[in-house]
């Protein structure tokens, strides 16, 4: 669909990513830069991470195309996420990709965020054959958390979200709350291994309830009620090790129980595909992949470094776009009418 190889660029959160792919999805070369600076902050703050965006995308630009041995002479497209995210980002890096394709007179690919996530496992560089569609998509990140039939592209139906936190939110609040780092998550799982997953009992919200919604900020509240009585600096390893077991069971068991209704709600599903950061979790793989077995769905984990916020999936989603958009007899720089 086009002649020449595409660059992208993802800025939807505290990742500044580009990408350059082949017309045929390749990857050419791609580079992240995880914005450190956070981490003493306690979490990500919108405006910080925007300028760092801006700040650090030219020369990752140019390094990225110096990876490939090209030029931007070379670049036949443009693509960047336009959201959803923090807005201040989204601006900077899509406006960044946008002028330059504006400037070569190349055409510019708007892409979802969480398409490109849902489109990750069609990438020709995962080992394997393309999943067909229909497939279920569990995205868990630090600020996603939802459920979704990926029926086609463009086709997208969400069979449900959190009602308050995202999982990897809830991971990093427990995290917090035994006074480990941020990200919690890692540092979580770790301390879990030490730790008896039934020592503690924590509710399982929404749990055999019909839906594929999540709910998380009881299950931290019961857990600040836990440390509560030792106080967090006198609380004693093996009882924080227990906490972080059963919470992370806990997780497990609710990702598991929503995984079985969106089988129920889609049973012509060919696989299950877990993205995003908290897919890192061994234990929750695991479950995930026992769900799959039992419904000889495919289960497809893509390599975290394509799981977490990259470019590769956003120019990824852009050629898929592009080649849909051709095979309904539109050019890369046509405007495309959306069904109502
Ligand atoms: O996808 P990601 O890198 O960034 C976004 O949130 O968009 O996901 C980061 C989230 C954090 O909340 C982090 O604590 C969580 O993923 N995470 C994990 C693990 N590794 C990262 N959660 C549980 N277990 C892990 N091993
Ligand atoms: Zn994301």
């Not at 992240?32 to 925007?50: D, R, Y």
């Not at 560089?125 to 279920?136: H, N, Q, V, W």
């Not at 480990?180 to 039934?198: I, M, T, Y």
Request: aromatic share 4%; glycine share 10%.
């Amino acid at each position: 669909v086009i002649n020449g190889p595409l660059l992208a660029i993802e800025s939807s959160c505290d990742d500044t990513a580009c990408a350059i792919l082949s017309p045929k999805g390749d990857i050419l070369a791609e580079r992240v830069l995880s914005q450190t600076g956070h981490a003493a902050l306690g979490g990500v703050v919108p405006e910080i991470a925007a300028r760092a965006h801006l700040a650090a995308l030219p020369s990752l630009m140019d390094d990225t195309l110096t990876d490939a041995g090209l030029t931007l002479d070379d670049i036949a497209a443009y693509a960047a996420s336009t959201g959803p995210g923090l807005i201040g980002g989204l601006i900077v890096g899509s406006t960044f990709a946008k002028g330059i394709a504006i400037a070569r007179d190349k055409p510019f690919i708007a892409v979802n965020h969480i398409e490109a996530h849902a489109l990750t496992a069609r990438l020709p560089a995962l080992s394997g054959e393309t999943p067909a569609f229909p497939y279920l998509l569990l995205l868990v990140s630090g600020g996603h958390c939802q459920c979704v039939a990926v029926r086609g592209i463009g086709h997208y139906e969400k069979l449900g979200g959190t009602i308050d936190d995202a999982a990897g939110e809830a991971f990093d609040k427990v995290a917090k709350l035994l006074g480990l780092g941020w990200p919690g998550g890692p540092a979580l799982e770790k301390l879990a291994r030490k730790g008896n997953p039934s020592a503690v009992t924590l509710p399982r919200p929404l749990l055999g309830r019909p839906g594929c919604d999540f709910s998380f900020s009881g299950l931290k509240t019961a857990v600040a009620r836990h440390i509560a009585p030792y106080g967090q600096a006198a609380l004693p390893l093996q009882v924080a090790a227990d906490i972080a077991a059963s919470f992370q069971r806990c997780v497990a068991d609710i990702m598991a129980d929503r995984a079985e209704n969106a089988y129920t709600a889609i049973p012509d599903a060919t696989a299950l595909v877990v993205a995003g950061g908290v897919a890192a979790n061994t234990e929750l793989r695991t479950r995930l992949e026992a769900v799959a077995e039992r419904h000889a769905l495919r289960f497809i984990a893509p390599p975290l470094r394509l799981c977490t916020d990259n470019a590769v999936m956003v120019g990824w989603a852009a050629l898929e776009t592009l080649s849909a958009r051709h095979d309904a007899g539109y050019g890369p720089s046509d405007d495309v009418p959306v069904a109502p």
